[in-house]
């Protein structure tokens, strides 16, 4: 679902990165520092930011050999309702989670983010879903993102905001609130619903 020229722009910037990282012929390394460049302008002619230095600190900020980010979200079910935090950053609502923590399992990370983002403690309880970002409709982000999806049982603690949200709610499927579609759209919600009204243990992927 992803637009072809952010898939092309983000293909031509990790096999760039990949050449810069292991190339050591001065020809090689200049065309690859070419490839990135092009890999920007394409950014900025399909995007809203023409700052070319901005768009190198978002898009082309890695050393290395470029793989995926991972994007870990929480799953809290309690009375046929799923836990969402309000994020500060756009106003729109979330379950739980953040970027993956080097030193930290993903189920840590899912625990840990729930607890900070909305006051609750709870304990990892299985997989749900491992999807690749742009097969969803998600908007345009420079980066390559897995999101993975770990229902975790409420064991304790009460609503509080963290540092990046400012309300904390449990809605059920048909009162969904206006959501932060970077971090979860709503057929993904919906998906995640089924999983656990139906009770389903097939892992969903990609």
Not at 100 to 107: C, E, I, N
Not at 161 to 173: H, N, P
Request: proline content about 5%; charged content about 30%.
């Amino acid at each position: 679902m992803e637009e072809k020229w952010l898939n092309w722009s983000k293909r031509m910037q990790a096999i760039a990165q990949a050449g810069l990282t292991y190339s050591k012929d001065p020809y090689d390394i200049e065309r690859f520092q070419e490839l990135r460049q092009i890999s920007l302008e394409i950014m900025s002619e399909y995007t809203n930011l023409k700052n070319m230095k901005k768009i190198e600190e978002l898009f082309a900020n890695e050393t290395g050999y470029q793989t995926p980010k991972v994007d870990i979200r929480g799953v809290v079910y309690k009375n046929s309702k799923l836990l969402f935090v309000k994020e500060k950053s756009d106003g729109g609502w979330s379950l739980p989670g953040g970027w993956a923590d080097v030193g930290f399992t993903p189920s840590e990370i899912a625990v840990k983010e729930i607890h900070e983002e909305s006051g609750y403690k709870t304990e990892p309880k299985r997989l749900l879903a491992v999807l690749d970002m742009s097969c969803h409709p998600h908007p345009p982000a420079p980066y390559h993102i897995y999101k993975i999806f770990i229902e975790c049982s409420l064991i304790g603690g009460r609503a509080e905001t963290g540092l990046e949200t400012e309300k904390v709610s449990f809605f059920g499927r048909d009162e969904l609130p206006a959501l932060s579609v970077q971090r979860n759209t709503e057929s993904q919600i919906k998906m995640l619903f089924d999983q656990l009204e139906e009770k389903k243990n097939n892992v969903i992927f990609d």
